[in-house]
C-alpha cells in the first residue's frame, strides 16, 4: 500500500510498475505532452513539468520508496526538481549503458582540438561563409564530424609551440582517460562474469540469465540502444570466440585470429574515413548554396539531407571509438595472466552467453516508433538550447 499515487497517475501506471515500465510510460506521456506538440495551450509546459518531475522522483529507487512510504513532500530530490527541458534531453543516449561502454569522448576531443587550433588563428572568408551557412543543428553537427579534422590537417604548419604543446597535453590526458576506462569497464565486465561463472557452478543460470533479460530490456529503449547491443554483440562474440581457439590450439591461431582482427580494424578506419569525407563534400557543397534562395519545401529537404549526413558522420565515429575501447576491455578480462586458463575459458564461455542474449534483442514495432519520435524531439530540444547559447553570446559580446 502507498502513501498516495499522484505521481503514477501522472505517467498512468500502477504503484507495482516495473522500471522499465516506469520509463515506457515517461517516454510516451513526455511525446504526449511536450509542449511543441500543443503550441497553443497556456498549461502545456506546466503539464510536460510535471510528468517530468514525477519521473525523476520514481526512476530513483531511493526517491520512489520515499514516495511510497510518506508523499511527495518526502521524495523532492535533494538538489531539487530539474528543469523538465534539461532532464528531457539527458535521456537521449540514458545512462544504461554507462556500466557497458563507458562514455564517447571523440567530439569532445574533436571540439577541445578545434578549439586549440583556432586560438589566435585569423578567420578565413571561407570560414566565414561556414558559419553564416550555420543556420541549423544539422549544419553544425555537419561542420563539427566532417570538417574539423580537415581543418585542423590543413593549419598545422601554422600551429605556435604553445598550441602544439596544448595539443600534446590533450593528447596524453586523453590516453590516461581512455586507459582509466577501459580498467572501470573490464571490472564491471569481470564482476558480471564472476556471477555467471557461479550460476553456472550452482545450477543457477536461469536466474542470472534473467536478470540480463531485464537489464536487456531497459538498454533497448534508450537512443541507439539496438545498434549498441549489437557491438557488444559482436566484439564479445569475437574476442571470446578467438581466446577460446588460441587454447584449443595452443595459441598457433592467435596469428589468423590477428591478422582477421587488424583487417577489421582497417576496413571500419576506411570506412570511417569514407563517411567523414563524403559529410566533407557535402558541407562544401552546402557553402556554395544561399537558404534564402530555397523555397520552403527544398530548405527542408536540404537541412534534412544534412543531418542525416551529420548523424551518420557521429555515429561512425562514435562506433569506431566504441568497438576499440570494448576489444581492449575484453583483452584486460581474457588475458589477466593472475587468474587460471580455467576460469578465463569460462569467462569467454560467459561472453558467449551475453553476445548471445545482446544479439537477439529486438524492439516491438511499437517501442521503435516511439524510440523515433523521442529522439526526433531531444534534437529540437538540443537545436533550441544551441540556438539559445548562441543569443546569449551575442548579446554578451555586443553588452
Not at 80 to 86: C, I, L
Request: glycine letters at 6%; charged letters at 35%.
Amino acid at each position: 500500500m502507498v502513501k498516495e499515487t499522484e505521481y503514477y497517475d501522472r505517467l498512468g501506471i500502477s504503484p507495482t510498475a516495473t522500471p522499465t515500465e516506469i520509463k515506457k510510460a515517461y517516454r510516451r506521456k513526455a511525446m504526449e505532452t511536450h509542449p511543441d506538440k500543443h503550441p497553443d495551450d497556456p498549461d502545456a509546459e506546466a503539464k510536460f513539468q510535471a510528468v517530468g518531475e514525477a519521473y525523476q522522483v520514481l526512476s530513483d529507487e531511493n526517491l520512489r520508496a520515499r514516495y511510497d512510504q510518506f508523499g511527495k513532500d518526502d521524495a523532492v530530490p535533494q538538489q531539487g526538481f530539474e528543469d523538465a527541458t534539461e532532464y528531457f534531453t539527458a535521456i537521449f543516449g540514458g545512462d544504461g549503458f554507462k556500466d557497458w561502454i563507458g562514455e564517447f569522448s571523440i567530439f569532445k576531443d574533436l571540439n577541445e582540438a578545434g578549439d586549440i587550433v583556432d586560438d589566435q588563428q585569423p578567420s578565413s572568408p571561407t570560414g566565414d561563409k561556414g558559419e553564416a551557412g550555420a543556420t541549423n543543428h544539422s549544419t553544425e553537427m555537419s561542420t563539427t564530424a566532417g570538417n574539423e579534422a580537415a581543418k585542423t590537417e590543413e593549419r598545422h604548419k601554422k600551429l605556435t609551440k604553445q598550441q602544439r604543446e596544448k595539443l600534446l597535453e590533450m593528447e596524453k590526458k586523453r590516453r590516461e582517460e581512455m586507459a582509466q576506462q577501459v580498467q572501470e569497464l573490464a571490472k564491471k565486465l569481470n564482476n558480471r562474469l564472476d556471477s555467471y561463472v557461479l550460476a553456472v557452478k550452482d545450477n543457477r543460470l536461469d536466474e542470472f540469465a534473467a536478470k540480463l533479460d531485464q537489464e536487456i530490456e531497459e538498454l533497448k529503449l534508450e537512443s541507439f540502444g539496438m545498434q549498441l547491443l549489437h557491438i557488444l554483440a559482436k566484439v564479445y562474440h569475437t574476442k571470446a570466440n578467438n581466446f577460446i581457439m588460441s587454447k584449443r590450439t595452443h595459441g598457433f591461431s592467435k596469428i589468423f585470429t590477428g591478422v582477421r582482427d587488424n583487417a577489421r580494424s582497417v576496413k571500419s578506419a576506411y570506412n570511417l574515413l569514407s563517411t567523414g569525407l563524403e559529410a566533407q563534400k557535402t558541407m562544401e557543397q552546402m557553402n556554395e548554396v544561399n537558404p534564402d534562395e530555397l523555397d520552403q519545401y527544398e530548405r527542408a529537404t536540404f537541412e534534412s539531407m544534412m543531418a542525416s549526413k551529420a548523424l551518420g558522420v557521429m555515429w561512425a565515429m562514435s562506433k569506431f571509438e566504441l568497438e576499440r575501447k570494448l576489444k581492449d576491455v575484453c583483452n584486460k578480462v581474457l588475458h589477466d595472466s593472475s587468474e587460471p586458463t580455467k576460469l578465463r575459458l569460462l569467462k569467454a564461455k560467459g561472453m558467449l552467453f551475453m553476445a548471445d542474449k545482446f544479439s537477439k534483442a529486438k524492439r516491438s514495432p511499437e517501442e521503435a516508433e516511439e524510440a523515433r519520435v523521442f529522439e526526433e524531439l531531444i534534437l529540437g530540444e538540443q537545436k533550441k538550447e544551441k540556438e539559445k547559447q548562441k543569443e546569449m553570446k551575442r548579446k554578451s559580446f555586443f553588452g
